[in-house]
Structures are given as structure tokens and as C-alpha cells.
């Protein structure tokens, strides 16, 4: 594992950021047929991206990588029968995807080579996430979970982007 795989997946990470927002503010603009579009390019990226932090994180853990990457395809596939059929999924989304954040925290926690300070603000996101979806979260919960979802987000992707990993500890933790 170099650095450079583990920029390409801040890269993936930035694309899926990007068109995530992008067909968000389309629908919400009305346009529908761009805003569908641009919503299953996300999904595929966010899958990608599942494949890409199982990849990075199998030294940590394989177990808890593989189960990472299931949750990451069961929250994307519950996305796309949503965006499909425009209607709810059976599940809501953010079910997997804040156990998804509680997962890839653990693997930053497992890792040695990344800051575990990522691993933490990852948890936290996995908890609100998880928060998000009780019925009874007052409002002003739910603008900081989302912002804290974003931070933490944003925080793993802009190390990935600018310092990838520290690769003699990646390759030492895949060796033992």
C-alpha cells in the first residue's frame, strides 16, 4: 500500500463529495432528471470508495474491513432502490451508513498509520448518524450532527488527499 492508493481513495472520496452535493442542490432546485443522474454517479462512487477504505484498512482489521465494505454496499443499495423506484427504501440509508462510520473509526483506532484523532471524530459521526434516525432528536441536533458528519468526513479526506499514509507503518501492520 503506498500513499498514492491512499490518495487516489481521498480522490474518490472528494468525487463522491462533490456529485453527492451536486445532485442534493439539483433536486432541491427541481431538477430531477440531472439530480437522479448525478445521485446514481454518487452512489457508485460511495461503493468504489467502500471497496477502496476495505482495501486501505485489511491490515487493521480483515474481519471488521469486510463487514465495513457489506455495510457500505447495503447502504448503497438501499440508496439506489430509493433513487429507483422514488419511494423510501426498506431501510433507511443512514442506518448502515452511520454503522459504516462507527466501523471505519474503529479501523483508523486499529491502524498505525493514521492520526487516531480521525478515528475519533469517525465514531462521533457514527454515533450522531445513528442518533439522526431515533424520533425524538430535537432539531438542533440534527444541524450538528450533520456538521459534525461533514468535519469528520472531510477531515479523513483532506489527510488522505494531501498526506496519504504513513506507508512503513501500513506495510509493517499488513506484514504482521
Same mark, same amino acid.
Given at each position: ?6 490518495r ?12 453527492a ?36 484498512f ?25 433513487l ?8 433507511n ?8 462510520? $462507527?466501523?471505519l473509526?474503529?479501523? &483508523? +483506532?486499529?491502524?498505525?498509520f ?5 478515528g475519533? #471524530? =469517525? !465514531? *462521533? ?15 438542533? $441536533?440534527?444541524?450538528?450532527?450533520? &456538521? +459534525? ?10 489527510? #488522505? =488527499? !494531501? *498526506? ?13
Amino acid at each position: 500500500m503506498t500513499s498514492s492508493w491512499a490518495r487516489t481513495t481521498g480522490f474518490v472520496y472528494l468525487l463522491y463529495f462533490l456529485t453527492a452535493i451536486a445532485g442534493q442542490v439539483l433536486v432541491s432546485k427541481h431538477e430531477a432528471l440531472p439530480g437522479k443522474t448525478i445521485n446514481f454517479i454518487s452512489v457508485g462512487l460511495y461503493v468504489l470508495l467502500g471497496v477502496l477504505f476495505g482495501r486501505l484498512f485489511w491490515p487493521s482489521s480483515k474481519v471488521l474491513s469486510s463487514i465495513a465494505v457489506l455495510f457500505n454496499f447495503a447502504g448503497g443499495a438501499m440508496t439506489l432502490l430509493a433513487l429507483h423506484t422514488g419511494r423510501d427504501a426498506p431501510a433507511n440509508p443512514l442506518l448502515f451508513f452511520g454503522v459504516y462510520c $462507527l466501523l471505519l473509526g474503529a479501523l &483508523i +483506532l486499529r491502524s498505525t498509520f493514521l492520526p487516531r484523532v480521525l478515528g475519533l #471524530l =469517525l !465514531l *462521533a459521526a457514527g454515533i450522531g448518524w445513528l442518533a439522526f434516525l431515533a424520533p425524538w432528536h430535537p432539531r438542533l $441536533l440534527v444541524i450538528s450532527i450533520e &456538521i +459534525l458528519g461533514f468535519v469528520s468526513e472531510a477531515a479523513l479526506m483532506v489527510w #488522505l =488527499l !494531501l *498526506a496519504g499514509v504513513n506507508e512503513q507503518k501500513w506495510i509493517k501492520q499488513a506484514a504482521a
